[in-house]
């Protein structure tokens, strides 16, 4: 039902498309997944501010319309839908780009990232721009405009027990985007990983489904899962993207001044988003609020190591036996590139 409600809004817009032309002479359709509150959700106030700052800076000739809560389809659909031309733009997450660019799949080597200030660095340096070069080599009709940020670190969620030692996911069963490290995260620890759209996370959950689930807390948040899960651990083990897309061809029929407005537009959406997310995190809305709803567990060091001991050296050996020496060495680039972003931040 939600597919076929998805088809006739698209169709809808494509047939008033003529009287929207006369107000401006191009028009991006940006989509997301989740609600547009620019307030409390970061995908929201990327595509707000972009809005706002393409239509201004191009001072009218191109238009945005936003279409969020995935109302045109599931990520792979507007994935397609963006090479395809029939909308221009997507921001999709890290498992809506896998299926497109395997190697998207090396990000998530777990506790690679430490610190925030560290993943903005490493996605908005040199790494991300051979990562977005990379993509738009590989595969066809994209160009990346940013690496936004799905809500920062993952933690660990799940309705049957309190998660302190790599023991205690054994045998649980996790939800987890259609992503090969995140499956062979859960595998190490002896969890099952079930591939679950975002859209169905919560009933899924609630219905015994999977047991658990691992997000960063402005999503846990966002998708109410708090309602359906009794403890979380906050493990810091991973920091996932979002990947925010745009069709290649509406961008190359566009003027200089209208490109350049556009990518400057995505680069300071992107801040906002991350902004949002901190503020969100910072407030009673994030985990003061979520602490009343579940019990919470933060690890001691030792426990931490505990858990890296175990799934880095699988993600490693994931990564040889799934992607080679190509995947080995994009692997070796990415936690140069960190190392390299830490030590200048001097976080070493």
């Given amino acids: 039902m939600k597919k076929f409600i998805s088809i006739i809004l698209l169709v809808a817009f494509l047939v008033t498309g003529m009287s929207m032309a006369v107000q401006a002479e191009k028009t991006i359709m940006l989509s ?24 201004t800076g191009t001072n009218g000739t191109v238009n945005v319309d936003i279409f969020p809560d995935g109302v045109l389809g599931s990520e792979r659909e507007m994935m397609e839908q963006v090479q395809s031309g ?23 080597i777990p506790f690679s990232i430490s610190d925030l200030s560290i993943a903005y660095k490493v996605y908005d340096g040199e790494f991300g721009e051979y990562l977005a070069q990379d993509i738009e080599d590989t595969t066809r009709g994209f ?31 996790f939800r987890v985007m259609s992503i090969g490290m995140h499956r ?26 999977a047991d658990g689930q691992h997000n960063p807390v402005p999503i846990i948040h ?51 988003g991350r902004g949002v997310n901190r503020l969100l995190e910072a407030s009673e809305q994030g985990l003061p609020y979520l602490a009343e709803e579940m019990e919470i567990y933060v690890p001691t060091d030792e426990e931490l190591q505990a858990f890296r001991d175990i799934t880095v ?6 990564i040889e036996a799934e992607y080679g020496e190509e995947g080995l060495e994009l692997a070796n680039f990415y936690l ?13």
Avoid: C
Avoid at 243 to 248: A, G, L, S
Avoid at 313 to 318: L, Q, S, T
């Fill in 313 to 318: 050296p699988a993600a490693m050996d994931f």
């Fill in 184 to 209: 062979e995260f859960m595998r190490s620890l002896g969890a099952s990983p079930t591939d679950i759209a975002w859209a169905e996370v919560y009933t899924a959950l609630q219905t015994g489904v």
């Fill in 143 to 173: 160009e990346v405009l940013a690496f936004g940020e799905s809500g920062g670190f993952f933690q660990l969620t799940n309705n049957t027990r309190p998660i302190q030692t790599p023991e205690d996911m054994e045998g649980l069963s």
């Fill in 336 to 348: 140069e590139s960190i190392e390299n972003a830490r030590q200048e931040l001097g976080l070493e």
């Fill in 222 to 272: 966002l998708g109410h899962l708090y309602e359906v899960q009794d403890y979380m651990t906050l493990s810091n083990h991973m920091y996932a993207p979002y990947v925010w897309v745009i069709n290649e061809d509406f961008m190359a029929d566009l003027t200089d001044h209208e490109r350049r407005v556009i990518r400057e537009a995505a680069r300071v959406a992107n801040v906002a």
């Fill in 86 to 108: 029939v909308i221009q733009s997507f921001i999709s997450s890290a498992g809506g780009m896998t299926p497109f660019y395997e190697l998207m799949s090396i990000v998530d």
């Fill in 32 to 55: 997301h997944l989740n609600p547009q509150n620019p307030q409390e959700v970061a995908t929201a106030a990327m595509a707000e501010v972009f809005k706002s700052m393409v239509e």
